[in-house]
């Protein structure tokens, strides 16, 4: 049976007993009834109202958390707006400084739903702190709903009464006015008459309830009915008990159910749940109101879900970002978190080879549907060609479905439905005439971030595409950061005058080499060179000269050694070089070679001013020899050893080599090398020149 069914019987079995007794007696009992149903509508009036302003509230802060976590992008006011939650938000910083708002803002003070209050406002508002990502407040995101004639239609139709507002200027006519009046003169809770016979009760503001409203029903017309009450409730009393008792039991228990439940939910207990006794209206409202409950309460979950996920990968990148230069860690955390930040099945990131003409593949997320089953690394792709070619060529985002919005993949590329691609930091290309071949022109980005076939989801949005574009702007930076790292690295270690290695990269280069050669029972030649009269040149020519000597001598040394062997500058006139696995006589070749070719034409240096003619000197360079590990066993015992071999050769006249001795009571000292003469050593003070 029904509830209406349920109703109609009662008023039967509380109508027809009296019936007998005369009309008057049925007149009296429906006004009974009446004033009855009255102050019961404006009970239920108010309970509907309070669940009405909870929903609002909960809707209202749902859109004030996700103008919170999209914090200061300036969609994130609008994107609440747009999706109805709020008909205006508002993002401000501490300072109350205005980050992004949308929406017609209606003039403060707001009713805020967490703080009721009874001072005047023009609209309900929930607010929610806006988080950094190290979790501290960074501002206050506010949802706003105006307190106007809308509101309070909406507010009306769910709890089934008149609804009007205790706040000054929103009265539409003389009537709401005059209700508005009566109402303030009321204590809270309290009902009174208007002159046109409307029932009038003040709610005041109350958790759950932030608005100040007066709620009003039409009062029933119960003149000339009381006479006859006594009479009417003898006769019906009996029937009349059983049947309110059983319209209380079978009516009101379920309401009063989903009432508390309604309750517990705007409390935050979204586990809510009505028992269904019937299937009835009231029944099939109990379930409505537990699926609503459970589907919120997924939603719910899922977003929290969601959030913490998107916030752990975005630690991770800060901390990728902050903690490493290694360019493929960095692309790879970048990628992880696109994905997870828009759902994307797969992704991938190429960057554009020095030479402008191709795109290698460098990381890759999820499953990748690579022609041939070739890795992402071994993926070479023609600038220009495909989706990922166009994008890199152009410079410009590109996002659609494959069949309908095009371009038409290279076979190379992965496979893929739908697509969201963007450039990684293009930079301002160069003029061109637009008539060069396509392969041809320098492509207008150092790289694509793509991704592929969202879950859940037909196609990407633009949403996803602005989120993909502040990682590409991420991924940038990150090239541009190692690049200057690793050129800073290379300027640290490198001398500026003969392009070298310094004395700094020397000594972490030669422990490197003992430790191989020694490991690997290798031999490492070092040899210890000094320009024979290095000063002589500077006084004489000027120190200008004397620089372009040690470049020129540079460049003669470079040509002479291997790919595999060290060149170093120790500094002033005196350089190093570090021969792997080369022993005595193999040095000593290299020793004859360099000292012939720096021996065999001198250096000519050309005045800059113009006012000094072109001069040509003369260069030589003694040479001192050293093997590990026959001459020392450790890297600083054969340096040594071979700056005493270079002491020896510059006492043996200079312009020539010597070879230290084997070590005789941890002391290396010189040889006579074969072909070159033998003189003795001078104290180490008279190296110099």
């Known amino acids: 049976m029904t509830l209406r069914a349920r109703l109609t019987a009662a008023f039967l079995a509380v109508v027809l007993g009296p019936v007998l007794l005369g009309a008057v007696f049925v007149g009296i009992a429906v006004a ?17 109202l309070r669940a009405a302003l909870a929903v609002t509230c909960q809707r209202l802060r749902l859109a004030a958390e996700t103008a919170a976590l999209l914090g200061d992008r300036p969609d994130a006011a609008q994107a609440a707006v747009t999706r109805g939650l709020a008909r205006a938000v508002e993002v401000t910083r501490p300072d109350g400084a205005v980050l992004a708002s ?8 707001w009713a805020d739903c967490a703080a009721p209050t009874a001072s005047a406002y023009a609209a309900v508002s929930a607010s929610v702190d806006v988080l950094d990502a190290q979790g501290r407040p960074a501002g206050r995101a506010w949802a706003v ?32 006015a005059r209700i508005a009046d009566l109402a303030r003169g009321l204590v809270t809770g309290a009902t009174g008459t208007t002159d046109d016979g409307r029932l009038v009760r003040r709610l005041d503001p109350q958790p759950g309830q932030p608005l100040a409203l007066a709620i009003s029903v039409p009062a029933p017309d119960t003149q000339g009915l009381y006479a006859v009450l006594v009479a009417v409730v003898v006769c019906a009393g009996l029937v009349a008990i059983s049947v309110a008792w059983w319209l209380a039991r079978s009516t009101t228990q379920p309401l009063t159910e989903l009432a508390q439940a309604v309750d517990r939910v705007a409390g935050g207990d979204l586990g809510a749940r009505v028992p269904v006794r019937s299937q009835d209206e009231v029944g099939r409202l109990g379930q409505t109101f537990n699926r609503m409950t459970r589907e919120m309460q997924g939603y719910v979950q899922a977003l929290t879900a969601s959030r913490d996920q998107l916030r752990g990968q975005l630690g991770v990148l800060g901390d990728t970002l902050a903690g490493t230069h290694d360019l493929h860690r960095i692309l790879q955390v970048i990628l992880q978190t696109a994905t997870a930040a828009t759902g994307a099945q797969s992704g991938v990131v190429l960057m554009v080879d020095p030479a402008g003409s191709e795109l290698r593949g460098q990381v890759g997320e999820g499953p990748i549907g690579l022609p041939g089953g070739i890795d992402v690394a071994e993926l070479r792709l023609p600038a220009g060609e495909g989706l990922l070619g166009a994008v890199a060529a152009t410079g410009e985002p590109m996002r659609g479905r494959v069949e309908r919005d095009g371009p038409a993949l290279s076979p190379l590329e992965p496979r893929c439905v739908t697509y969201v691609a963007v450039p990684i930091a293009a930079p301002a290309a160069g003029p061109t005439t637009g008539l060069e071949p396509q392969s041809e022109r320098p492509p207008a980005a150092r790289g694509v971030l793509a991704l592929y076939d969202r879950h859940g989801f037909d196609e990407f949005d633009d949403a996803d595409l602005i989120t ?31 392009g070298l290695s310094n004395y700094r990269y020397l000594r972490e280069s030669l422990r490197r080499e003992v430790e191989r050669a020694s490991r690997f029972g290798r031999a490492l030649a070092v040899l210890a060179l000094d320009l024979d009269h290095f000063k002589e040149v500077n006084d004489t020519y000027g120190h200008a000269a004397g620089d372009a000597v040690l470049a020129e001598f540079a460049r003669r040394l470079r040509a002479e050694i291997r790919e595999v062997d060290f060149a170093f500058r120790q500094g002033g006139e005196e350089f190093v070089v570090l021969l792997p696995e080369t022993d005595a006589s193999g040095a000593a070749v290299l020793a004859e070679r360099l000292g012939a070719a720096v021996r065999r034409s001198p250096v000519i240096v050309v005045s800059s001013t113009g006012g000094q003619p072109t001069r040509r000197i003369p260069v030589t360079v003694s040479i001192g020899i050293a093997v590990f590990p026959y001459h020392g066993t450790t890297g600083a015992a054969v340096l040594e050893a071979a700056d005493d071999a270079l002491y020896a050769a510059k006492a043996g006249g200079r312009d020539t ?33």
């Open 468 to 498: 993909l574009r502040t990682f590409a702007g991420q991924a940038a930076v990150a090239v541009d950061n190692v690049r200057v790292h690793e050129e800073a690295q290379r300027l640290s270690l490198t001398d500026p005058l003969t």
């Open 657 to 689: 080599y010597r070879l230290a001795t084997a070590l005789i009571s941890g002391k290396a000292s010189a040889e006579v090398t074969p072909g070159a003469p033998k003189a003795a050593q001078p104290p180490r003070q008279s190296r110099g020149g």
């Open 102 to 109: 949308a929406g017609d803002r209606p003039a403060r003070p």
């Open 145 to 176: 709903e105006p307190v106007d004639s809308d509101l309070l239609g909406w507010l009306a139709s769910a709890s089934g009464v008149r609804i009007n507002s205790l706040a000054a200027g929103v009265q539409a006519t003389a009537e709401d």
């Open 32 to 48: 009974a009834v009446s004033d009855q149903r009255a102050s019961e509508r404006l009970d239920s009036g108010a309970e509907n």
